[in-house]
């Protein structure tokens, strides 16, 4: 007897034994072969019009940038979810021998190094072979063991290490070949900056102590530890560590803009970067790890979940910094971010977690903020969110910050310019705020933002953020 089926058992049923109309099954069988294939064109429509438009959509931003923001070269990768919608760069790579950037460029990612590192120590300490909570004195000679200095602390800067960056006896020989041990020495006897788990503050030093954990623990390079726990498992071959003098196809050269022409960025040994911004990457490999980390491909459940769990330190106030990641917000939406900036490069990397989307953005100059401009727009033009709107601001109003403050030992002035104030880094580097209301400032070329505190009716300082997460604070110290 013939049983009458639809659809997969009626493909099914044509090399069955039992007899058959072999004519009505062909038909059913083609018929459900033209709807799988036009399902699938479709499919395929859709996803190729979207990358299309992604694509036309990142062209025009990123060439609009890159003369705006004055960046030699731009890479630009988007996935979402597991699909890699855009893979472009732009520019020139090496001006001096006209090499073009491309798709298979190398570009320091500076900062988000810290990323690999926060997630190999995590990594370790799910396999049981340290503990957040163990002291760097276990690990590196002349810390005392009193002091509170957790590997917890190194990774979200609670730690209180003074940063290495900060100090003119490091920049003096940076551009020398150098060894982890030798710059601890940098900042191993300096005071504290406060009392550990007390207060934030970035510091690149706290990740160069957490590299030496890696080495000592694993009995490893730092870099091999990331190479064989990290980076082959997912495949990621153009995620290459610069700290040694191997040769690096492919690789970009770093420039700054001195306002009328780029010229070579100072020359910066990547041995200098370590653990705190020693890697470089393809945006397309750097798109490939954020996406994996993300989508949880890369540690446990729970030490994933530490690594985006924001710290409350004593005073209630709630860190926007996890461990080797921002948090931070746009339009209702959840960002997971870090950003980069060496020594002629910058970078960005943008998880979007309602979207299952990341953006990443490379570029070869420290002038301007490139990277970090292109990723933004392109998120903002993708996600459909809006700009901020520039509000208007009396001379009264802006009279009230106008002042001199001290940022991270950097002090900062705020100036009238005009109907405007802005921000003065320095001499050189002077850049229009734009006032988005409630006493929060967008900076020109930057995307963060000058939330500023006030006492009582007084201006005391400002909070440097971006995208809701905290990069500096800032205390007033004159008018």
Known sequence: MHRKTTGYLDV??????????????????MRLLVCLALATSCTLAAAATTGDRWTRATDRIAREVCRTEHSPALAICVIQHGRVLVNRAYGTADLENEVPATTRTEFSIASITKQLTAAAILQLAARGKIRLDDDISRFASGFPSDRGITIRRLLNHTAGIHNINSLPSYWAQS???????????????????????????????????LGLVIEKVSGQPY?????KNLLDPLHLDQMVYGGTSRLIPHRARGYRYDGSAFVNAEHYDDSQAFAMGGFLSTALDLAR????????????????????????????????????VELGALDRR?????????????????????????????????????ALEVADRLMRTLLG???????????????????????????VRILEQGERLAAAYGEADVRKLHYLGNGVFAQEGRLSRLHFVETKGVVTGFVLARYGSLLAKAVRTGN
Request: hydrophobic share 35%; charged share 15%.
């Open 334 to 370: 959840h960002l997971l971010s870090h950003a980069g900036g060496g020594v002629g490069f910058m970078s960005q990397a943008i998880f979007v977690r309602e979207e299952d989307l990341t953006i990443v953005a490379l570029s070869n100059t420290i002038t301007g903020g490139a």
């Open 223 to 227: 870099a091999d530890y990331v190479r």
């Open 12 to 29: 099914r049923m044509a090399s069955s034994h039992e007899p058959a109309n072999h004519s009505d099954h062909w038909v059913t069988t």
């Open 289 to 324: 790890w954020t996406s994996a980390l993300h989508d949880q491909e890369v540690l446990p459940a729970a030490a994933y979940k530490e690594m985006i769990t924001p710290t409350v330190l004593p005073n209630g106030e709630v860190l926007t910094y996890g461990y080797g």
């Open 385 to 411: 969110a809006p700009n901020p709107s520039d509000v208007s601001l009396s001379h009264d109003i802006a009279s009230r910050y106008v002042g001199s403050y001290l940022m991270d030992g950097q002090m």
């Open 175 to 209: 551009g020398q070949a150098t060894t982890p041990d030798a710059l601890v020495t940098f900042f191993r006897d300096l005071p504290l900056d406060f009392e550990p788990g007390t207060d934030y503050r970035y510091s690149n030093s706290g990740y160069i102590l």
